[in-house]
Every structure is written in structure tokens, then in C-alpha cells.
């Protein structure tokens, strides 16, 4: 074991040298935690859990059909204020989201014509989808509730057959409930942190530590070693736990940012989140050796890092929650290590389902880092 001590040190000292490799591992995941923290930071308004989401309405003289606009909106989890015209505050900025309607809309359509609806929002492209679905649904409650209201009152629609419509109990109901004891979804620096934690650790480990390998070889060092009084055994543990001790320096300190500079809270289940963040470390140590084994060069090594990395990320939920998804992509994540790892990690931290719902992953984890270790053992080469 003196020997496999030797080289991991040597290697990790080796890599904290190179400042590429310092900078992915201590500069940029605080970098990516905020960017990507802050942009879906919000998307969680009007979900459960969320904060009523401000809007400003504007319409000249709204007549009767205001309060059942209003009533359909707060619904929906929107705080609507109601002014006749869109005005900028003191220091000349805009409403962030303004729903316009037709003037004098109420006697328009009690006189049976058309008026027009437009919204108009500031707000990321993930959330501005979101929004605009609950805009329309909305709408076109408040116009059912209109002509079922008109439908049952022999009189011209008023306020009274609204009124008298919202008393009535509805046939229908949609009884909503959380997944988890949660009682809200992973977005914002929730989602951002435990994703980019586990995209950063993949991406460095195969970049940095697969270049590293290809480096060694390249300059006839591994051959030394070959020549030295130690196994190919022990070279190659001595290989893998240098790696490992990298992807835990990334995990330990993403952890640390996360919690005291985010203020992250990680739930009940802290000890079985550092299990499935050891086992993907073990992983992730796994896969740098096996690309520094089969990359013949730095640059192959490097831009095969950074694509598997992305495109595994991408797939396995780390960019985004997993939920707003298509189906296929929800049952591909469980296919792949990134997935394992986020689905564990969503159990545990979003959802508060206990430890024991993570078994099933760290195990996946577990067994594909031997998987990918193995062939690591197969492919290595000394020149």
C-alpha cells in the first residue's frame, strides 16, 4: 500500500499544480452556482410552496368583471395590481409583468364583442412559459364563468350571477399534494447546486484526469514506472486513488460553498448524501482512468471530457429539474450515472423520502464504478 499511497499523493500534487485545473475545481462551481442558481431562482412562483407572483393589469374603467378577473388570477397564484395605465417607478424601470386588457372590457363583452388580452413579462424564458400557461388558464376560466353565468340568468350579465356562480359547489376538483415531505420542487439554488456539483465533478475528472494520464504516457514517465520495483496493480490503484482523492476535494468543497456561502440546506439525510457523493466520486475517479486510457492525446482526452460531460449532465437533470422534461428523457436519466446520482440526490434533499430511497442508487453507482473500473484495468498501458 506504500506504493499506491505514493503515486495517488504524487498525482494529486502533480495536478494541483496546473492552474486549468485549480481554476474548474475552486474558481468557476461558485461561479456556476450563482449564474445558474439565480436564473432559475423564481421558477418555483405559483407552484406549491411558491409566492404569489406580482403582475400589473392594466385596464381603463374594468367595469364588474374585474373582481372575477382578479378572483381567477389570485387562483393561480398571481398578486394583481389593477391600474388604468402601465407607469414606471422612481427610477424609470417597467413593471417586470404587465397583463393588458381592452378598455371598458366588461360592457364590451356583456354587449357581446371581442376584447383582446396581451402579457407582456421580464422573466426568464423558463419561467415565462410557465407563466403565460397560468395567464391562459386564468382567462379562460373567467370566460367559462362568463358564459355560464350568462347561460343560467334570464337578466344581462352582472356581478350578481358571478356571485351567484362562485357560490356554487364545484363538480370536479383537483386534490394536488406533494411528492415528498417538502413541500416544494427543486428549483433555484437547490436544483443549481447538487447539478452543477455533479456535472463539475465529471467534467474535471475527465479532463484534467484523463489528460493527466495521457501526459505521463506521452512523456515516457509511466515507462519509468513500469521499470520501478512495484506492480502494474499498484500502479494502477495508486492512479485511480489520486483521482479519487480530486473528485472528493471537489465534492468537499462545492459541499462547503454550497452550504455556508449559499446557505444550501441538504436535509435530514446528510450522511447518506455523502454516500451517494462518495460513490459518484468513485465513479467519476473510474471514468477519468478509463478516458486517460484510451485518449492517445491531451486534446482527446480534453474534448472527449467536456462532451461526455455536457451531454451527461444535460441528460441526467443536472442543467434543469428532471420533472419539466419529456417522458422519454425522465426514463433515460435512469440510464445513465448522472441520473442515478441527481434521482438519489432529489430523494434525499427535495423530496425527504429517507435514506433507505437511495439504496438503489448509490448500488448502481457502486457497481458501475467497478464496471468502469475494470476496463480502466484492461485498457492501461505504460507506453
Not at 475527465?206 to 506492480?231: D, F, I
Request: aromatic residues 8%; glycine residues 8%.
Amino acid at each position: 500500500m506504500k506504493n499506491v499511497f505514493f503515486i495517488a499523493r504524487t498525482d494529486v500534487r502533480n495536478q494541483l499544480r496546473d492552474g486549468g485545473t485549480l481554476a474548474w475545481l475552486f474558481v468557476m462551481p461558485p461561479i456556476f452556482f450563482f449564474f445558474i442558481g439565480t436564473v432559475m431562482s423564481g421558477f418555483s412562483s405559483g407552484m406549491s410552496g411558491g409566492e404569489a407572483t406580482p403582475i400589473v393589469v392594466a385596464a381603463k374603467a374594468p367595469g364588474f368583471l374585474q373582481e372575477q378577473i382578479d378572483l381567477r388570477l389570485r387562483q393561480n397564484e398571481f398578486d394583481p395590481e389593477w391600474l388604468e395605465a402601465v407607469v414606471a417607478d422612481e427610477e424609470g424601470n417597467l413593471p417586470t409583468r404587465v397583463l393588458t386588457l381592452t378598455d371598458n372590457f366588461s360592457e364590451q363583452i356583456a354587449a357581446g364583442e371581442q376584447v383582446d388580452a396581451s402579457y407582456d413579462t421580464k422573466a426568464s424564458a423558463l419561467l415565462r412559459e410557465f407563466e403565460a400557461i397560468r395567464i391562459q388558464r386564468s382567462l379562460y376560466t373567467a370566460l367559462a364563468d362568463i358564459v355560464t353565468a350568462d347561460a343560467k340568468s334570464d337578466e344581462p350579465l352582472n356581478a350578481a350571477a358571478l356571485v351567484a356562480l362562485n357560490a356554487e359547489a364545484r363538480v370536479w376538483q383537483l386534490d394536488v399534494s406533494p411528492a415528498g415531505k417538502r413541500q416544494k420542487i427543486p428549483v433555484g439554488f437547490e436544483q443549481a447546486i447538487p447539478g452543477i456539483l455533479v456535472m463539475f465533478t465529471l467534467l474535471v475528472l475527465l479532463t484534467s484526469g484523463g489528460q493527466m494520464l495521457v501526459l505521463e504516457r506521452v512523456r515516457g514517465l509511466l515507462r519509468r514506472l513500469a521499470s520501478a520495483p512495484m506492480t502494474r496493480t499498484e500502479v494502477v490503484a495508486g492512479k485511480w486513488g489520486g483521482r479519487m482523492v480530486l473528485a472528493a476535494m471537489q465534492v468537499g468543497f462545492a459541499l462547503i460553498v454550497g452550504t455556508y456561502l449559499f446557505k444550501m440546506d441538504w436535509g435530514p439525510d446528510v450522511a447518506m448524501i455523502m454516500l451517494v457523493l462518495a460513490a459518484w466520486a468513485a465513479f467519476c475517479a473510474s471514468a477519468g482512468l478509463l478516458l486517460g486510457s484510451i485518449a492517445r492525446t491531451e486534446g482527446q482526452a480534453a474534448g472527449l471530457g467536456v462532451l461526455i460531460a455536457n451531454v451527461l449532465a444535460a441528460l441526467g437533470g443536472c442543467w434543469w429539474p428532471i420533472e419539466i422534461t419529456p417522458d422519454w428523457m425522465q426514463g433515460l436519466q435512469m440510464l445513465i450515472p448522472t441520473g442515478w446520482t441527481m434521482d438519489a440526490l432529489h430523494k434525499l434533499i427535495s423530496f425527504q423520502s429517507g435514506a433507505a430511497s437511495a439504496l438503489p442508487n448509490v448500488a448502481l453507482l457502486l457497481t458501475g464504478s467497478l464496471v468502469v473500473a475494470w476496463l480502466a484495468i484492461r485498457r492501461f498501458r505504460y507506453e
